[in-house]
């Protein structure tokens, strides 16, 4: 993989030099990557260090200073960098090859660049979480998300209105790491050596930055003391599952929703999905709009419950003994578990279709639009019901021991990444390559062909769960073994 | 009548032996000391007699019935506190308590009587905290209270007593003499002999790999012939005393 990206980027950069825009090839293409590092590490969690928390290295005769520069190594060391670092080297050493930049240089200011993105996605990654603790800090977080996730399309009329602006932006971007570093790989002399000095004078910002965000502890909401309250809404929610599976279905959907991460992700997930959605219709025709809605609705209904729902077992630690010491069938375990991220999921789903009834353009033929509402209507329930049948076979045999509390790092198992990402990949891409090979199948003249879907999904859905809840009881011991961290 | 019967129980971890051919029986009413050697099999032999676990052979009866990891209906008459507690940590002990008494089938009201019982007998009244939050001794009460919420006829206790205050200590033996002074059973692995000595009425000893050597009267403390003065001296006598003179220690 190192080696094919390494070559990706090789052959980039003698496209660029061939091109003669090799500066703003290499420029576009390293901010691309960089802000791709920020994104992915902070949304999935990859490449953020979350194996050793600084209690975990207070036990060890390490001062301050080296229990930091021990966790952080760890981190930097995570292969998702290396990706990153493979397509960067590539990319210098393609520039180089035909260009006026040297090798060595080029070298140097891709390893500043790699060393300034793992800076800059940990300090993303810090402030999230800190913001996230503060009292008023989720709204804060919304409110920051859906600018980030709405200002390029907010911005495009204005840079369209003064086409004077964007020179004067560029102009600015000259002072950020990828532009830097574009200018250190490119050119020679005196602007190769400012470019090293700004990424340089970046990781020094990043790195202070990171050092008082992680010397700033938590700040804890008070926690009063009050009265037991015996009236919950996750009792009432469970309630509807009838008495001696709705305790439990309470009990799941406490344990959702009082995850940080699941809800950092219920934050991200609903901009994230109109931003996608927005960003993927321009390459899909008139109706690209819907068409791209029909791949991001399921991933809208099943993105904020994944991390639990493909390892619904790896999170309650000891906990998952109490399970078998309870008078019920191992099946019901699993069904409860499965039903409340489900119950999660399909809230989402009446939010997204009066978001798209509100800001989506109507089709100037009236019938459509409730065709369209319906076609997303199958499309989100599908998603949901599939994601949630394989996340409990991820459950089964893929499981994986992690922290609860942990805000970020990627501790899912290969299976649980493969669904969580594939699973977003496949939502994006399968309407694309239908609206290609079968335009009719994502056209809303077509609509009924959707409507087996769903009923499609209940039953795989369905049928997973009556046959994994024998499995489950045979599979018990080992995922005992896996959750407590004995194997 | 016994209210616990094992009958040649093996538990394998696949070629590892965790439990050799174990027959006991606990006659009903009984408060009754399980003990053995750290790693000599008690944990493993509790979560086979609890559903945790499968034999790889042999039978268990709870109550005079048999019982298997399926038995939902015995399950609602025993009450468990495991070794690891098994506590939700997310939740608030009231919340956990209320959970369980659900699951187990008690109606809404006497839920909620017991909870504050419990809460308010076992000094767990802070209701800012959630679990993880709270010391090992306040997480163990919570556990023993999750055991007995129900009022099962039998009670696991997997090293009840540990990390909990005396006053803590002084209660939970109260609540299980009553309790085994209504006809019911209690089944304890200890550490701590002098406490197993003190509040139970018959002692098993295991050694690795969870094989009996020794089941009888707590007031009867002999072993071929030999008179023992305490429990800790027969206990020693059948698992093996170590020395071991490091002197750099």
Not at chain 1, 22 to 32: F, M, P, R, Y
Not at chain 1, 216 to 235: F, H, K, T
Not at chain 1, 248 to 273: C, D, E, K, Q
Not at chain 2, 49 to 67: R, V
Request: aromatic share 10%.
């Amino acid at each position: 993989m190192i080696a094919l990206l390494t070559a990706g980027g090789f052959a980039a950069g003698i496209v660029a030099i061939r091109a003669g825009q090799a500066e703003k090839i290499t420029q576009a293409v390293l901010s691309v990557l960089f802000l791709q590092g920020v994104l992915a590490a902070n949304i999935l969690g990859f490449g953020l260090n979350a194996i050793f928390s600084d209690t975990e290295l207070r036990r060890y005769p390490l001062d301050a200073l080296h229990r930091r520069l021990a966790s952080h190594v760890i981190g930097i060391l995570d292969p998702f960098w290396f990706l990153f670092l493979a397509l960067e080297f590539g990319l210098a050493a393609g520039v180089s090859v035909l260009g006026a930049g040297s090798f060595w240089r080029g070298t140097i200011a891709v390893i500043l660049l790699f060393v300034c993105n793992y800076l800059a996605a940990n300090v993303v990654a810090l402030f999230v979480d800190r913001l996230i603790k503060r009292k008023g800090g989720a709204a804060i977080l919304i409110v920051l998300i859906l600018a980030l996730a709405l200002g390029p399309s907010l911005a495009a009329p204005i840079f369209k209105k003064n086409p004077t602006i964007v020179p004067a932006l560029i102009e600015r971007l000259q002072y950020t790491p990828p532009f830097g570093a574009a200018a250190a790989i490119v050119h020679s002399g005196m602007a190769a050596v400012y470019g090293l000095a700004t990424i340089v004078a970046w990781i020094l910002a990043l790195a202070a930055l990171l050092a008082a965000l992680e010397n700033r502890a938590p700040q804890r909401q008070a926690a009063a003391s009050v009265g037991i309250s015996w009236d919950s809404a996750y009792d009432r929610a469970g309630g509807l599952f009838g008495p001696r599976i709705g305790p439990f279905v309470g009990h799941w959907l406490r344990f959702y929703a009082r995850n940080n991460r699941t809800r950092i992700m219920a934050m991200i997930s609903l901009p994230l999905f109109g931003f996608i959605t927005v960003r993927t219709a321009g390459r899909l025709g008139p109706n690209g709009l819907f068409i791209a809605a029909l791949g991001t609705f399921p991933i809208a209904t099943f993105l904020w419950t994944s991390r639990i729902a493909v390892n619904q077992f790896g999170y309650v630690g000891g906990a998952f003994r109490r399970y078998f010491l309870l008078p019920v069938e191992s099946g019901v375990i699993l069904r409860a578990a499965s039903y409340a991220s489900v119950l999660l999921g399909a809230l989402v789903l009446p939010i997204v279709l009066l978001a798209w009834t509100i800001f989506a353009p109507r089709p100037s033929d009236r019938q459509m639009f409730p065709r369209m509402l319906v076609m997303l209507a199958c499309s989100g329930i599908t998603g949901l019901l599939v994601f949630n049948a394989l996340g409990i076979w991820i459950t089964l045999f893929n499981p994986r021991r992690g922290k609860y509390n942990a805000s970020f790092g990627n501790d899912l198992s290969l299976g649980g990444n493969i669904l969580v990402v594939g699973g977003v990949l496949a939502a994006f891409l399968l309407p694309a390559l239908l609206y290609k090979a079968w335009p009719a199948a994502v056209s809303p003249d077509s609509w009924w062909i959707v409507l087996p879907l769903p009923l499609l999904a209940a039953a795989f859905y369905l049928g997973t769960l009556k046959a994994a809840g024998p499995i489950f009881t045979t599979r018990r011991e080992k995922l005992l073994a896996v959750v407590e961290g004995k194997a | 009548m016994d209210a616990i019967r094992l009958t040649n129980v093996v538990k394998k971890y696949g070629p590892v032996i965790a439990v050799e051919n174990l027959s006991l029986s606990v006659r009903a009413g009984t408060m009754f000391g399980f003990l053995g050697p750290n790693g000599s099999g008690k944990s493993t032999t509790i979560g086979c007699m609890t559903g945790l676990l499968d034999p790889t052979s042999g039978q268990i009866e709870l109550l005079g019935e048999h019982f298997d990891a399926n038995s939902t209906a015995l399950k609602r008459r025993i009450g468990v506190m495991p070794e690891t507690l098994g506590l939700f940590e997310p939740l608030y002990a009231h919340e956990f308590l209320a959970f369980v008494a659900r699951m187990f089938g008690l109606d809404e009201t006497t839920t909620r009587r017991r909870v504050t019982e419990l809460l308010d007998a076992l000094e767990l009244t802070d209701t800012s905290k959630t679990l993880s939050e709270y010391s090992t001794g306040m997480r163990k009460r919570v556990a023993f209270a999750a055991a007995v919420i129900h009022s099962p006829e039998v009670l696991f206790l997997d090293e009840p007593f540990e990390s909990i205050d005396p006053a803590g200590v002084s209660l939970m033996k109260q609540w299980l003499r009553r309790f085994t002074d209504q006809g019911r059973t209690v089944f304890i692995t200890s550490h701590v002999l002098e406490t197993v000595e003190r509040v139970c009425t018959e002692v098993a000893i295991i050694t690795q790999p969870g094989k009996l050597v020794w089941q009888g009267d707590i007031t009867a403390l002999q072993h071929n012939g030999q008179k023992f003065d305490s429990l800790e001296s027969l206990f020693l006598h059948l698992t093996g005393e170590r020395y071991a003179d490091l002197n750099w220690l």
